[in-house]
């Protein structure tokens, strides 16, 4: 749940936000990630209203409410906070009429000032409502971008993702969540995935305990976020188990909706995880820039196989 | 060391697809597995070895194992080939 306090902490500095109503609470729930003006609403006309979103009084509202009688403005005013919206913002730092600091009190509705202007103000809190109301969930695993390939370890607890990604962050990638990732969908198909608040840059490696990635291999080793691009399973061997041996059928795993190609590597001692990972990054990559490895060794069989089978054909009908 | 011989009858011969469900049959067998198509034995659990093969649509291929499932394993990799590998003719 989101607040109108919540939006406070995080972008009261970012909106230049002043709260005008200091004896009113800001506790109260912000539903829809979307933000508009009242427009007509003021002149009466609330055929169209949606109360639920966060309305922005801009420089047209306040230059109509300035039009009316103080009884009309009171009246406007009255309409318009009766729907229990979360709270109102006046932008551009406009001096707020008296009615209003009245009907606010009355209907319990805090508002808010903003030095922005209407547009400026709208483009910067745009990001932060998308954000606060996109899917998000949290999944068992380890985030590492590896040559700016977020690769996402899964796999039973104790199998190696941290070591694995302990040592890609030797090799020179990066860390971005140790054991417990939070996902976020953005849009209909990009996932972001981000540490945990209190143990970011700390990863758990057993025998070791508790090291701290960024100081000991430099901020370099550390990410912030980053979008979660392939899934990396790590699998017991498992001769029964299949296992994609060609890489033309790939396989995919959902995340909040989000169909993220997947790679299972099955683990035997010795085998080396860091090298089979930073392929599987550099194989995405490729991927992405038309060239598709698998396929064209297929192509090229393919090729050699029918002119062989042509070869055999002329040289069966060659009777001399 | 148990031999048996089959012929390619899928129309695209054996190209990654097939390749990959034949290794996978291997894997499941205790046995050592070699095919050759007349230029020398390869590994029937290596995908690279079974691609080198470019066994084409026609062309005749030995199934040569050896261990304690050999004889099951001939058998039923024979029957895969056999069964076109469940490719539709004409798809890659």
Known sequence: MTTVADLLESLGDTLQLEVMTEDLSLDREITVPEITSPGLVLAGFVERFVSKRLHALGETEMAYLENLSARERTKSLDTFLSYDLPCVFVTKDQPIPEELFSVARKRKVPVLRSSLSTSQFYRLITPYLREAFSPATKVHGSLADVYGVGLLFVGRSGIGKSECVLDLVERGHRLVADDLVNVTRRGSGVLIGKSEEVTSRFMEIRGVGLVDVSALFGVRAFRQQKRIEVVVELADWDDARDVDRTGLNTKTRDILGVEVPEVVIPLIPGKNITVVSEVVALNHLLKYSGVDSAQNLNDRLVRQMAEKRDLKKYLSEDYE | ?92
């Open chain 2, 1 to 92: 060391m148990i031999e048996g011989k089959t012929t390619i009858s899928n129309q695209m011969g054996l190209h990654a697809r097939p390749a990959a469900q034949l290794v996978k049959l291997a894997a499941t067998f205790s046995s050592k597995i070699f095919l050759d198509n007349g230029s020398g034995d390869v590994n029937g659990k290596s995908i690279m070895g079974v691609l080198t093969l470019a066994a084409e649509c026609g062309s005749d291929i030995s199934v040569k194992a050896d261990g304690t499932d050999a004889e099951k394993a001939v058998q039923a990799i024979i029957d895969l080939i056999d069964s076109g590998f469940g490719e539709v003719a004409g798809e890659a």
